[in-house]
């Protein structure tokens, strides 16, 4: 059975602090996603990883995936109030399969 | 549509009630999910269809629970006598090969 987890669960930090999200799942793929869910809205993809190597940026957000340690990172860099959120991956096997999300609270 | 969209976005019942909940996925995607999703929770997986297989039910979780996907587009979901433990927010999403989109939910409170 494909397993995927994340960890931290739940991150607290203060802002201008750089931390990194992990992910790790269990069986081959080469297929990984990372979504953002702000509290009380649907999840918002933030980058689509497809192949072993990938690194994707977004202002203060960069994912990398390295497919043979199975292995997603999420770094934040000088971490700002608004990247506050619950933050998932997601594994393509035959379906989509998720981590628990990792919820992350940055302060002022 | 440009989104994947789903209604009601909320949606009161009382116990006992069926209730239906309609997703229109984005045009061309062949997958389709449903998620369950409590407050603070993560996502709780309830059903997937892939093009014309046959759909991926194990996540349902009783015979209340019931889902079809129409001519490859349009799903509905049915809860047949909700319970209040059915209370939550359900998501759709479609995905094709960059992983999938979601709409904005439908919150669903049983009363």
């Known amino acids: 059975e494909l397993k995927v987890e994340q960890n931290p669960l739940f991150l607290s930090m203060q802002e201008g602090k750089n931390y990194t999200i992990y992910c790790n799942y269990s069986?081959?793929?080469?297929?990984l996603y990372w979504y953002r869910q702000d509290p009380g809205k649907s999840l918002e993809s933030l980058f689509v990883l497809l192949s072993n190597g990938a690194v994707k940026q977004e202002g203060r957000l960069m994912a990398s995936l390295d497919t043979k340690a199975r292995l997603s990172t999420l770094h934040i860099t000088a971490a700002v109030h608004d990247l506050s959120a619950t933050y998932f991956c997601a594994v393509d096997s035959y379906q989509l399969i998720w981590g628990a999300g990792t919820k992350l609270i940055i302060k002022p | 549509g440009a989104g994947v969209s789903q209604s009601p976005s909320n949606k009161v019942t009382e116990k006992g009630k069926d209730v239906e909940l309609r997703c229109d996925p984005i045009s061309g995607h062949t997958a389709l999910y449903w998620y369950r999703q409590s407050l603070g929770q993560g996502l709780e997986f309830l059903i997937y269809f892939q093009g014309n297989s046959a759909p991926d039910k194990s996540g349902l979780p009783s015979d209340r629970f019931s889902a079809e996907r129409t001519g490859g587009s349009v799903s509905t979901l049915t809860i047949q006598r909700t319970q209040q433990e059915d209370s939550a927010v359900y998501l759709c999403?479609?995905?094709?090969?960059?992983?999938?989109?979601f709409g904005q939910g439908t919150r669903l409170t049983v009363v």
């Open positions: 069986t081959t793929s080469d297929r």
């Open positions: 999403a479609s995905a094709f090969d960059r992983g999938a989109f």
